[in-house]
């Protein structure tokens, strides 16, 4: 195959009548497509993002296999959740893959982020392997953590987590984008919180740090409707989350379209490294399963609506559309994607069932890069474990 060219010539031998068909690849994809996005809603800005978008082949390519690999991802943690296999808390992403995507293929390489506790997606996106995620969910020490944090504390190269406390993540965002700032290195925190959290009190203290300090820290806040089993137009009593931030400039982005998220996303980082201070980013989603896998998402809403938007805004499938009709990739191509995904994921899935966890010896290791004492206290003041280097520490910049 040369230059991306694939398609179909058969040659027919009319007088027999059951021909060979011979199948060669013939056929020029476009290397790049352009497409207009929905409009941006605006805070305290004269213009935003731009709605026409470009994507090249290689891109396109790339980003549906992100999303595909997260929805697979997802899918091998819901069943091993179901058997047992996962225990404690798992929040799934199912349906919300655009905006993890869209935001990564705009981050450059100093770029950080932080968020709650549904991140599988930012993990494998951040270099952590289909196995590294899976691991770290069963518990064992191939997991990213070693299997010592689970699903809700995930950890990669810029990616600060994975935090299980409802909003927290908002002010450590601030933090961190406190550190770019401090080092000069022209990095740019993405600290993201769900509308769930958007109207806990240390989220409006970190915009107000934010914009006195003017950090380079995009709050971008992943609006899919619902708060656990409440929806937004209960719990706020307004629901223009790109607005809260009141004096910091925002937009809100079609989250279900990858494009329009990562065109926002530079928007924002274009922002921040002008020296213009902190965004706000609201990406309007949806999420296919409950808050958690204890919930059945289906208490507070029909399975009528879910169905619908699967439908109609699945971001996996609408992109896949458009790679199609614009010529980008063949069905065919985009099946083999498909069906890689499914047995790199299952050989990860196999493994997770099987490595080893951890042993007793290592709970108490990696808590210090330099432990100033070498025992930590254990379950009572009268028990202690020594503490133990095992993994390569990762020191920012």
């Not at 011979?22 to 709605?51: I, Q, W």
């Not at 090249?56 to 899918?75: C, N, P, V």
């Not at 009141?246 to 530079?266: C, F, K, N, T, W």
Request: hydrophobic share 35%; proline share 4%; net charge neutral.
């Amino acid at each position: 195959m040369n230059n991306g060219i694939c398609g179909l010539i058969r040659k027919v031998a009319l007088k027999n009548p059951n021909p060979p068909v011979t199948v060669v690849s013939r056929c020029n994809f476009n290397n790049e497509a352009s497409f207009e996005t929905k409009p941006y809603k605006l805070h305290k800005l004269d213009k935003g993002p731009s709605t026409s978008v470009t994507v090249t082949r290689e891109d396109a390519l790339k980003y549906f296999r992100q999303m595909y690999t997260i929805r697979r991802l997802e899918t091998a943690s819901s069943n091993l959740y179901k058997e047992r296999i996962i225990r404690g808390f798992c929040h799934l992403s199912n349906g919300q893959e655009a905006c993890a995507v869209g935001m990564k293929a705009a981050m450059r390489e100093q770029d950080t982020i932080i968020s709650a506790y549904r991140v599988h997606g930012w993990a494998y996106l951040q270099g952590v392997s289909a196995l590294g995620v899976l691991s770290e969910l069963t518990g064992r020490h191939t997991g990213c953590s070693r299997g010592k944090g689970g699903s809700m504390h995930l950890y990669g190269k810029n990616f600060y987590g994975g935090n299980g406390i409802v909003g927290a993540q908002v002010p450590l965002g601030a933090g961190i984008a406190l550190a770019h700032k401090y080092l000069n290195d022209k990095g740019v925190c993405f600290s993201l919180y769900g509308d769930g959290a958007a109207n806990q009190g240390q989220v409006f203290e970190a915009y107000n740090m934010a914009k006195l300090l003017k950090l380079p820290c995009v709050f971008v806040c992943e609006n899919n409707g619902y708060g656990m089993g409440t929806s937004s137009k209960r719990s706020s009593a307004s629901v223009d989350y790109y607005s809260r931030g009141d004096y910091i400039p925002g937009v809100r982005v079609d989250g279900m379209d990858v494009l329009a998220v990562r065109e926002a996303s530079q928007y924002a980082i274009d922002h921040c490294t002008s020296d213009k201070g902190p965004f706000v980013l609201e990406v309007e989603t949806y999420r296919y399963s409950g808050h958690s896998m204890s919930d059945p998402g289906t208490s507070y809403r029909t399975r009528e609506e879910i169905q619908e938007v699967r439908l109609s805004r699945d971001p996996i499938t609408s992109f896949k559309e458009k790679m199609l009709i614009s010529n980008l990739a063949s069905a065919d191509e985009l099946k083999a994607i498909e069906v890689e995904v499914r047995a790199e994921v299952e050989e990860a899935n196999v493994r997770a069932r099987t490595e080893s966890e951890v042993s007793i010896e290592e709970l108490a290791s990696d808590i210090y890069i330099n432990p100033l004492e070498p025992e930590v206290r254990g379950i009572s003041p009268f028990d202690s474990v020594k503490h133990v280097n095992v993994g390569t520490p990762f020191i920012p910049h």
